[in-house]
């Protein structure tokens, strides 16, 4: 991975989500940070850190349930996925990784044990990252 600093624009230009726009609002409305900010890196990350409260625990989503077996089987066939987008808090102890996108293919990585996840990481005012921009 690169130690390069982007924005999620960079990010959404590299590698579209149709997704972007609610990370956007994700990022503008809970941490003060615009789409030009230039916080993100492309990381791997362990599975272990991000935040267990986002693991999935709806046993009536039938829908979300088959989708993660669908991203599992991708896993077990040594398929890639795209990048889960999270942000990082430095100081929140063993879970510091809070997921923005990508629930299904977190909870795919979880069940299937696997090790480290690739994330686009947003780190404000920790690990040399900047400060909120609005």
């Given at each position: 991975?690169?130690?390069?600093?982007?924005?999620?624009n960079?990010?959404?230009?590299?590698a579209?989500?149709?997704?972007h726009?609610?990370?956007?609002?994700?990022?503008?409305?809970?941490?003060?940070?615009?789409?030009?900010?230039?916080?993100?890196?492309e990381?791997?990350?362990?599975?272990?850190?991000v935040?267990?409260g986002?693991?999935?625990?709806?046993?009536?989503?039938?829908?979300?349930?088959?989708?993660?077996?669908?991203?599992?089987?991708?896993?077990?066939s040594g398929?890639s996925?795209?990048?889960?987008?999270?942000?990082?808090?430095a100081?929140?102890?063993?879970?510091?990784?809070?997921?923005i996108?990508?629930?299904?293919?977190?909870?795919?990585?979880?069940?299937?044990?696997?090790?480290?996840?690739?994330?686009?990481v947003?780190?404000?005012?920790?690990?040399g990252?900047?400060?909120?921009?609005?």
């Open positions: 991975m690169s130690d390069e600093w982007r924005s999620l960079e990010l959404n230009d590299e579209p989500d149709h997704d726009w609610s990370t956007e609002d994700n990022m503008k409305v809970m941490y003060a940070a615009s789409s030009d900010l230039q916080c993100w890196r990381e791997w990350i362990h599975v272990g850190e935040d267990p986002q693991l999935f625990d709806d046993p009536d989503d039938r829908e979300g349930d088959a989708r993660i077996e669908s991203i599992r089987v991708t896993l077990r398929g996925l795209p990048a889960v987008v999270t942000i990082h808090h100081h929140q102890g063993e879970h510091p990784y809070v997921l996108e990508g629930k299904h293919r977190y909870n795919a990585a979880f069940r299937e044990n696997a090790e480290t996840i690739l994330a686009w947003a780190h404000l005012d920790c690990c990252g900047p400060s909120p921009d609005l």
